[in-house]
């Protein structure tokens, strides 16, 4: 497919490959046109793209699935519909260098499992969360009930569920739906600055971030410490990663905390 698509924006910055959700006139709600151009944008980026920035055109990040989508879907079409989200979240997770999602506004339904895909969130003071599938009586479908609950654990999820609840930006954050809350405005500076120093990393270090940890989490003790000493072994054999030993050694790298 390439770069012409009809609900996406892309631009290479730099280093930083800018993914922007465009239906603001539908608030971004996700029809199956866009799924399938967020599955493409996550397969074919630039190789020059060391790390990747998706954010929502308009008044908010997300409205989650277009639900006209489902209006009139059989079982099985639903069911190969949410095969479809789980395959394009999956390529943003596994993607092979990180995700970093800028939140604004409506962060909700499928628009929160998105974001729960990308590695860092930055979330400007005016997003709000919610899962309103409970409300519309449906399920969570694009892999809400595998990532929430570790960002946010079991019972949250389930409260937001059951009860509609929805948390404010700063509510958010304090519970680890993101990682850093910005001044509304400020989120875009934050997450490309972030967005930079995340791509001048070394690319082991980041493929075993965004791959081989996530792996680990989900295996068991044994296998995960085994991956885990395999994915040190091969990361520090890497030349750049000799290099910035070296570097800190003879005292040219920064230290922890400096800019
Ligand atoms: C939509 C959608 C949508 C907006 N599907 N059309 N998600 C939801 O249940 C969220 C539903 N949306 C809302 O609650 C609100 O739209 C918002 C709080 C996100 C934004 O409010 P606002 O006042 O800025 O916009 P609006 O006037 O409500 O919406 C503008 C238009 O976008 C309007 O269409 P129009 O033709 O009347 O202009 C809305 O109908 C349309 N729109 N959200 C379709 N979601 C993988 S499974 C995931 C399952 C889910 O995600 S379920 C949760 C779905």
Redesign the pocket.
């Known amino acids: 497919m390439g770069t012409d698509y009809k609900n996406i924006k892309t631009e290479l910055k730099g280093k930083v490959f800018l993914v922007g959700l465009n239906r603001p ?3 971004n ?1 996700v029809n199956t046109e866009t799924i399938v151009e967020i599955e493409d944008v996550f397969s074919n980026f630039p190789k020059e793209a060391k790390c990747i920035l998706i954010y929502g055109e308009g ?2 990040f997300c ?6 989508d489902l209006k009139e879907s059989s079982a099985i079409e639903g069911m190969l519909h ?1 095969r479809k ?1 789980h395959s394009a979240m999956d390529k943003i997770q596994f993607s092979t260098v990180p995700v970093v999602a800028l939140l604004h506004g ?1 962060c ?3 628009g929160l ?1 998105l974001a729960s895909a990308c590695h860092i969130r930055v979330a400007d003071e005016s997003t709000f969360y919610a899962l ?2 409970g409300q ?1 009586g ?1 399920f ?3 892999g809400g009930s595998v990532r929430l609950p570790k960002l946010i654990g079991v019972s949250r999820m389930t409260d937001m569920m059951l009860t509609g609840r929805v948390y404010k930006a700063e509510e958010g954050y304090q519970i680890g739906l993101s990682q850093y809350i910005e001044e509304t405005g400020k989120g875009m500076e934050k997450a490309e600055e972030l967005a930079e120093k995340i791509s001048e990393n070394a690319p082991m270090t980041n493929f075993a971030l965004t791959n081989i940890l996530p792996r680990i989490v989900d295996g068991g003790h044994d296998v995960g410490l085994m991956m885990e000493s395999m994915a040190g072994a091969i990361a520090q054999d890497a030349p750049e990663a000799k290099q910035r030993l070296r570097d800190f050694l003879e005292g040219r790298a920064k230290k922890v905390g400096e800019n």
């Open positions: 006139e539908k608030r709600a008044k908010h409205a989650g699935l277009d639900l006209s949410s989200w409506a909700v339904g499928g499992e309103p599938e519309r449906i969570v479908g694009g």
